[in-house]
Structure formats: structure tokens, C-alpha cells
């Protein structure tokens, strides 16, 4: 029996361990850091039907349908103009049994956990050193544990720890301009939109995103804003101190009032792909390539990436995991650019262009396909 370790239970490493579930031939073990999951309670997350069409192969079809919405459209509204440009419908990428997904982020870590026999995942294990002998892998973790794998798989996020550790610090994230706001709504509190949809607010230098995580009453709402660190903010994946200042980004927003919980942290994403030189350790989920956030991509390009990985390791064939994987980030990274260009533009001619093609462009199915079917149909 192989042993694999995962380092980091966010959504792809947990994801990773499903896949292996009941496989005999394997030994999963989930190092995690922190003594229990980040639920990020309330947040939410948009799964497009690229993973939504992988999670249902460990039965996610069968959540409780309540804890789930299905939105129909994208609807995009100008701030300053005051109204709705144009709408996307979505669903047209749908199957019977794949829909685009929206739902709570602590729902979603709850079922790939719950799924798991309990003993799978070790708590309280930081990992502080990665040593290799012939075949196995050695891990050290800053509770003095040692452990070793045959297999290791690096998970733990954009600020991969792990992945510093196998480049000696050499392959680092980096701020990508912008600061991302998240909170929720109560479907009360929101007017002049319609519900079913999720509702795309385009502003100068900042856009914003409010859906339905549910089939009952709440929404989550997402910022991401222009905005360059001054010297004495935060330089890391910190949320600002409670005392910066929200309402320099929030002034002009819609619902600003009513959005609560608010969370506000700078965005950092990928600079460059790291192949690891051993055959027996990968890397899946932001720790392979954080993308921006902007097309909303990051949680199903982990489920994506895991899978991939899952069946490459099934059937001991690695050659491709690494090509394939780069191919399909390299296409979201500069489609997330190419949105964030065109969401955050500032000057009248250039948004005037913006929304004249966007009405074009939203109902042409070849530049659909081609823009977002290559990244949904998987
Ligand atoms: C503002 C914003 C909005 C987003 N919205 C969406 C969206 O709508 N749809 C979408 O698809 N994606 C979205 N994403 C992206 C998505 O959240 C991430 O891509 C995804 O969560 C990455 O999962 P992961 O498993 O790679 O890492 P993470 O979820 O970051 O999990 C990493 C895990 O590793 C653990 N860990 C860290 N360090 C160590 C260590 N040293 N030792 C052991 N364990 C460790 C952590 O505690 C954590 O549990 C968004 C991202 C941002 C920033």
C-alpha cells in the first residue's frame, strides 16, 4: 500500500483525499496547520460545470439541494450610469445533471470533510522541512512529528509553505494591484435586482459581485478593488486591521450599508509555474497557480487540478499532469486579466466601447464557446 500525504486541507487537498476514498492500494493522510478547517463562515463561491461535473463523482449531486443555488444569468450593471448593460446566460453551459453552482464556501469544506474518515485528517501540523531519501519522502512538521510518504502532494495555498520549503524560498507570490472585500446580504436588504441571477456591478477602478448562496435568504457579496499597498499596510495574507479604513474602498458602492461581515484583505496571486524536479511530489490547487480572482476560477481549477493529479497517479502516468494543467491556468490567467481590464475601466469613450461590445459579446455563442466553453467544458 502506497502512502500519500497531503499538506493542507482547503478545497483541493480535501477534494484529492475524496477521490482515493475506498481505493485499497493507498494510504491518504491530510497534514493540516490550523486546528480546525478555515469555514470562512457565510462566504460564498461560484463553481463553474467543469467542477461541479467532478464533484458530483464523489456524490456532491446529493447535497441538500437547499444549500445550493443554481443561478440562471450573469446580469451587468454600470455604477456610474446607473443601469444594466446587458445580460449572460450562464446556464447555457448547463447538463441536466451539471449546473453552475453558487453556495456557502463553509458548506462546500463541510461536505469534502465530512465525506472522510476522521482519522485522515492530522491537525496542528505545520510543516517545517521536506527531506527526500531514494524513493520516500520525509516530512517534518513543527510539532517534532516526522513522517514519511511515497507520495506527497503540496496543497497549502497561495502562501504555500511547502512549496517554499522544495524551492528554498525562491518561488514566491505577488500582490496583483487590487484589494478583494467580501461580506454577506441579507436577500432583504437588496432592491432593483433580479435574484435568481448573480448581479455584476462594474465601477471605475473597482467591480463588484452579489449572488445567492442559497435557497433561502443569503447572498455574497464580493469587491475587488484597485488599490497599491502603501508602505504601511500589510505586505501579506493578513486581512487589514479592523482600524483601516473601510469606507475609502466602500464609498459609492451599491448596498454598502447593508453588506455585513466584512472582510477585506489584498489579493496576491501566481508569478510564475514551479515544476518539481522528483516524480513523487506535486503540487495542486493556488499552490500550483493561484490565478486572479476575477473569473472566478480558483476553486474549480483546485477541484480540476486534483482530479487530474488523482488520475494520473491511478494510472502511473505523470508525463502530462504538469503540460495540461499549465495549458489550461495559462488560458484562465489571462482571461481573469483580460475581465479585470475591462470591469475596472475608468474613462467615458473607453466604457461607452466597453458596454457597446459587451451587449455583442454576451450574446454571440462562437465568442461564448470559445471564451468560456474552453474553461467549462473540461
Ligand atoms: C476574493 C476571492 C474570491 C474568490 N472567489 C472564488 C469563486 O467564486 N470561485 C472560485 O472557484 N474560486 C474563488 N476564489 C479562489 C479560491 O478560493 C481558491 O482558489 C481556493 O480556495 C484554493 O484552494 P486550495 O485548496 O488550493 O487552498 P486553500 O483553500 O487556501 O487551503 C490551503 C489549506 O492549507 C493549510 N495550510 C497552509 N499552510 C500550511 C502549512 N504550513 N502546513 C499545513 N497546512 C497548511 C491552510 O490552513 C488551508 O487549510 C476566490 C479567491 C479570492 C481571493
Not at 311 to 326: A, D, L
Amino acid at each position: 500500500m502506497k502512502k500519500i500525504a497531503i499538506i493542507g486541507a482547503g478545497i483541493s487537498g480535501l477534494f484529492f483525499a475524496n477521490l482515493f476514498k475506498g481505493n485499497p492500494n493507498y494510504q491518504i493522510t491530510i497534514y493540516e496547520k490550523n486546528n480546525s478547517l478555515d469555514l470562512d463562515e457565510g462566504y460564498g463561491i461560484q463553481l463553474s460545470v467543469n467542477s461541479i461535473k467532478l464533484l458530483n463523482k464523489i456524490g456532491f449531486e446529493n447535497l441538500n439541494s437547499q444549500d445550493k443555488f443554481n443561478p440562471n444569468k450573469i446580469d451587468f450593471y454600470s455604477v456610474n450610469q446607473n443601469m444594466k448593460i446587458c445580460d449572460l446566460n450562464i446556464s447555457d453551459f448547463n447538463t441536466i445533471d451539471c449546473k453552475y453552482t453558487t453556495l456557502k464556501r463553509s458548506i462546500l469544506i463541510n461536505y469534502l470533510k465530512e465525506n472522510l474518515n476522521t482519522e485522515i485528517i492530522k491537525y496542528d501540523h505545520n510543516i517545517s522541512q521536506i527531506n527526500y531519501t531514494k524513493n520516500l519522502i520525509k516530512l517534518v512538521f513543527q510539532n517534532n512529528i516526522s513522517r514519511e510518504c511515497d507520495f506527497l502532494i503540496i496543497s497549502d495555498g497561495i502562501f504555500s509553505k511547502a512549496k517554499r520549503l522544495i524551492t528554498n524560498n525562491l518561488v514566491k507570490p505577488s500582490f496583483n494591484g487590487s484589494v478583494a472585500i467580501r461580506g454577506v446580504i441579507n436577500k432583504k436588504d437588496l432592491t432593483g435586482i433580479n435574484l435568481d441571477n448573480i448581479s455584476l456591478f462594474l465601477g471605475k477602478n473597482f467591480h463588484n459581485v452579489i449572488y445567492p448562496v442559497n435557497k433561502t435568504e443569503d447572498f455574497n457579496y464580493i469587491a475587488i478593488l484597485k488599490h497599491y499597498l502603501k508602505f504601511q499596510e500589510p505586505k501579506n495574507y493578513e486581512f487589514f486591521n479592523d482600524d483601516f479604513s473601510i469606507n475609502k474602498f466602500l464609498g459609492g458602492l451599491p448596498y454598502n450599508t447593508k453588506i455585513k461581515k466584512i472582510k477585506y484583505y489584498p489579493v496576491f496571486i501566481s508569478k510564475n509555474f514551479y515544476e518539481p524536479v522528483k516524480n513523487n511530489l506535486f503540487l495542486i490547487g493556488d499552490a500550483f497557480f493561484a490565478v486572479p480572482p476575477s473569473f472566478a476560477q480558483g476553486a474549480s481549477q483546485s477541484i480540476e487540478g486534483a482530479f487530474e493529479l488523482y488520475e494520473s497517479i491511478k494510472n502511473n502516468s505523470y508525463s502530462n499532469f504538469h503540460i495540461n494543467r499549465v495549458k489550461k491556468l495559462k488560458m484562465i490567467k489571462n482571461r481573469s486579466k483580460i475581465n479585470q481590464f475591462a470591469f475596472h475601466l475608468s474613462s467615458p469613450i473607453m466604457i461607452s466601447m466597453r458596454n457597446f461590445f459587451l451587449k455583442i459579446l454576451t450574446k454571440n455563442k462562437k465568442f461564448l464557446e470559445n471564451y468560456l466553453g474552453k474553461v467549462y467544458r473540461n
